[in-house]
């Protein structure tokens, strides 16, 4: 769920105001949450029924098809980034972890949207591929606090997501070509193949529905090209507003 009042209280929430309910079973035992006015606790809901999943898709979804309409040469969550810097014999046990990641939405070597032929003013004129990948957050502790300013919880969220697929690279590297996971240690293959291109971009939405892209990234210039195309803004509204 993503609030769509931005800070003011929803009629809908109002009465029932400080009920609580069951979110999901954790290792820690059962997480229970009550309802603010706000949304906050439902942005955090990650039980039967979420639709933080359906979000994230929609989102994914509609900057593949903006990004196509408006001229982009885009490609929508490439399961085969890595795949040849996998030692041959572990490609298919490789390849078939990714289609599990992708549906359950965990894990996986696996970018949101990968715009080709994208020029960067360092690139001497020459094309790259541009990896981006989007993050929806709910209004945890984490994100929202003091000490991030307001309005900047998407950006902090989206600032993490080069490192994270550090991680995520040095882990595949490790498990499917048994290259010793260290932090700070040398660059397998996949995290080489990773380094090689230009650090993913992080598209970052908070829960109540702010969004940042890093200015000067494929998904900054999406979102500068959506302001001169009013059916692709239109069209993109519409499915996310459907999607929460």
């Keep these: ?92 046990r490789f390849k078939g972890a990714q289609r599990a990641a992708m549906r359950s939405h965990r894990g996986g070597l696996i970018p949101e949207l990968v715009v080709l032929c994208f020029y960067l003013p360092s690139s001497d004129g020459l094309p790259v591929t541009r990896n981006n990948d989007a993050k929806t957050i709910g209004s945890s502790e984490k994100y929202y606090r003091a000490s991030i300013p307001r309005g900047r919880e998407a950006d902090t969220r989206a600032a993490e997501v080069p490192a994270d697929y550090e991680v995520k690279a040095r882990k595949v590297g490790a498990e499917y070509n048994g290259w010793p996971y260290q932090r700070g240690g040398p660059p397998g293959p996949v995290l080489a193949l990773l380094r090689s291109l230009p650090p993913v971009t992080g598209l970052g ?40």
């Excluded at 990004?67 to 030692?87: E, S």
């Excluded at 494929?218 to 929460?244: D, N, Y």
């Design 1 to 92: 769920m993503v609030a769509c009042y931005m800070s003011l209280e929803d009629p809908l929430l109002v009465e029932h105001r400080t009920h609580v309910f069951k979110d999901r079973n954790t290792s820690r035992g059962t997480l229970f949450r009550s309802v603010d006015p706000y949304g906050r606790s439902l942005s955090l809901y990650m039980g039967p029924g979420h639709a933080r999943f359906a979000l994230h898709d929609a989102i994914g979804a509609v900057a593949h098809q903006v990004a196509r309409l408006v001229g982009f040469h885009a490609v929508r969550q490439p399961m085969d980034l890595a795949a040849h810097a996998i030692k041959p014999e572990n490609r298919e």
């Design 205 to 244: 939405v908070g829960f109540a529905g702010e969004s940042r892209a890093k200015s000067g990234s494929s998904s900054w210039q999406l979102q500068r090209r959506v302001q001169w195309c009013p059916s692709a803004s239109g069209a993109a509204t519409a499915r996310i507003r459907r999607a929460a």
